[in-house]
C-alpha cells in the first residue's frame, strides 16, 4: 500500500493548530472528589468569630450630660376631650334654606344668596392690574398725544381754537341749510341737461358739507396749516 512521506509532517501540523477546547465528545476535566460534596448553607457568607467578653462583662459608655430620657406618660384622652369640649366655643349655626314643602333644605352660603363678599375688607376696590393697566394706557396716551404734537410742530401746523371751531361750524351749517332750501326749490321734472346738472352739483355740495360737519364734530382738536 502506499504511504505518503507527509504524512508525520501533516499529523504534526494537525496536532499543533488544533485548539484545547476543540474535542470530540465529552471533555476531559477533572472529576470532582466525594469529598468535596455540597453541603448545607455552605453558600451563606460567614460572619467574623466574635471576640470574647473579658470576664464575662460588659460595660456600656456613660451618656453625656446633655441625655434627657424619654419619658412616656400616659394620657386620659377621655378627660382631655371632655375638657375641650367644655372650654371650646360652641359651634355657630349654619344658614340653611328651605325650598320645598316636603323640608328639603340647603347650605344657604355656598349657594351664592348669601351676602358674604360685601364683607370682606377689599370689596369694591378696584384690583391693583387694573389701576396698573390704567395708568399704562393714560401713560400711553399722553405720550402719543405728545408725538402728534411734536409732528404737528413740524409740519407747521397750529391748532383751531374752540371759538374759531365753533364759528366754522356754525357757517358750515347755515351753509348747509341755504343750499339745502335751494335744493328743495328744484323742480320736481328735470327734463333738461341744465336742470339735471345742477341738482347733481347741488347733492354733491350737501354731501361734502355734511362730511365737513360730521369731521368737526367729531374731532375736538383741529389743526390748521400756515399758507
Known amino acids: 500500500r502506499y504511504i505518503s512521506r507527509l504524512r508525520e509532517l501533516v499529523k504534526h501540523e494537525a496536532e499543533k493548530n ?6 470530540m465528545g465529552p471533555a476531559k476535566v477533572a472529576v470532582p472528589s466525594p469529598n468535596d460534596f455540597l453541603q448545607k448553607r455552605s453558600k451563606e457568607p460567614k460572619l467574623a468569630p466574635k471576640k470574647k467578653e473579658q470576664d464575662g462583662k460588659k460595660w456600656l459608655p456613660l451618656p453625656p450630660r446633655t441625655y434627657h430620657p424619654v419619658i ?3 394620657k386620659n384622652f377621655i378627660n382631655k376631650n371632655a375638657v375641650a369640649v367644655i372650654k371650646g366655643e ?3 349655626p349654619r ?3 328651605v325650598d320645598t314643602r316636603q323640608g328639603d333644605k340647603y347650605l344657604l352660603e355656598p349657594s351664592g344668596l348669601f351676602p358674604k363678599y ?3 375688607k377689599n370689596y369694591g376696590v378696584l384690583p391693583k392690574y387694573v389701576t396698573q393697566r390704567n395708568e399704562e394706557m393714560k401713560r400711553e396716551e ?3 398725544q405728545a408725538s402728534v404734537l411734536e409732528e404737528l410742530k413740524k409740519k407747521a401746523l397750529k391748532p383751531l381754537s374752540e371759538e374759531e371751531r365753533i364759528n366754522i361750524l356754525k357757517a358750515l351749517k347755515k351753509k348747509w341749510e341755504e343750499i339745502n332750501h335751494a335744493y328743495q326749490g328744484l323742480p320736481i321734472l328735470t ?3 341744465y336742470k339735471r346738472m345742477h341738482k347733481e352739483e347741488l347733492e354733491l355740495k350737501l354731501k361734502q358739507l355734511e362730511h365737513d360737519i360730521e369731521a368737526i364734530e367729531k374731532h375736538k382738536s383741529v389743526y390748521i396749516a400756515d399758507v
Do not use: A, G
Open 142 to 144: 399722553e405720550e402719543y
Open 95 to 97: 344658614h340653611f334654606c
Open 72 to 74: 412616656h406618660i400616659k
Open 90 to 92: 360652641p359651634k355657630k
Open 18 to 23: 488544533k485548539s484545547q477546547w476543540k474535542t
Open 118 to 120: 360685601i364683607k370682606k
Open 191 to 193: 327734463d333738461t341737461t
